[in-house]
């Protein structure tokens, strides 16, 4: 990570961008017109800032671009953070953008029987088996975990499990496949990540811009 290269952010692609790119905004970054095409191919775009190139990449690659070092900055899911759990990220600042909330959910009509406190052997399909198992074994729980990375919410209709971990918005996939909320593991939000590298080795320029974040989130705040 040389001290005069450009600095990359990493931002995620899809349904979440909409929600940090007014952020981006007030934080003063303006990509290249590129960057809004939906149909263009390129994954690393210039800016307004000469010293800084922005690269849209899947939500879950956030923590290891900015975990190696091949992203300087990134803005991540909490739950991203804490599935990987990298000593090399350094998460300074909540963006209270892309509010959501990781929970444990299952069959509607098994529910109203069904006591979470009471199980010890279960198992989850889900896209997030570190946080399941940590939070399973935090109280005892052995927690089977089947990892899928789509369609999470189809797994107990198919008989594959009867509960699954999945983030949730409304909850309007959930109640479409017939599923209900029984235990909700965290509240989840947007997160600044930071390499903790290069803010050892370019402590100004990286401390300067989670400034511009944090300013940026608190006009936001005011408005």
């Given at each position: 990570m040389l001290a005069?290269?450009?600095?990359?952010?990493?931002?995620?692609?899809?349904?979440?961008l909409k929600d940090v790119m007014p952020l981006i905004a007030r934080a003063g970054i303006v990509p290249e017109a590129?960057?809004?095409?939906?149909?263009?191919?390129?994954?690393r775009f210039a800016t307004n800032i000469p010293n800084l190139d922005i690269v849209r990449v899947r939500?879950?690659?956030?923590?290891?671009?900015v975990g190696f070092g091949a992203a300087h900055?990134?803005?991540?899911?909490?739950?991203?953070?804490m599935e990987f759990e990298s000593r090399e990220i350094y998460a300074p600042l909540d963006l209270h953008v892309g509010h959501c909330r990781l929970v444990v959910?299952?069959?509607?009509?098994?529910?109203?029987?069904?006591?979470?406190?009471?199980?010890?052997h279960i198992r989850v399909a889900t896209k997030y088996p570190e946080i399941t198992r940590r939070h399973f074994a935090a109280r005892g729980v052995h927690a089977e975990c089947i990892k899928l990375n789509g369609a999470i919410e189809i797994a107990?209709?198919?008989?594959?499990?009867?509960?699954?971990?999945?983030l949730v918005s409304s909850g309007a996939t959930l109640k479409a496949n017939?599923?209900?909320e029984v235990e909700q593991i965290a509240a989840i939000t947007s997160?600044?990540?930071?390499?903790?590298?290069?803010?050892?080795?370019?402590?100004?320029e990286i401390g300067s811009w989670i400034e511009r974040f944090r300013e940026a989130v608190d006009a936001g705040a005011a408005r």
């Open positions: 005069n290269e450009k600095l990359i952010l990493a931002v995620p692609r899809g349904r979440i590129a960057f809004n095409d939906d149909d263009s191919r390129e994954l939500s879950f690659d956030i923590s290891t671009y900055i990134g803005i991540a899911g909490a739950d991203v953070l959910a299952e069959p509607a009509e098994i529910a109203p029987e069904d006591h979470p406190k009471q199980w010890s107990p209709a198919l008989g594959l499990c009867q509960r699954i971990v999945d017939g599923l209900v997160r600044l990540a930071v390499n903790r590298t290069a803010l050892k080795t370019r402590p100004d």
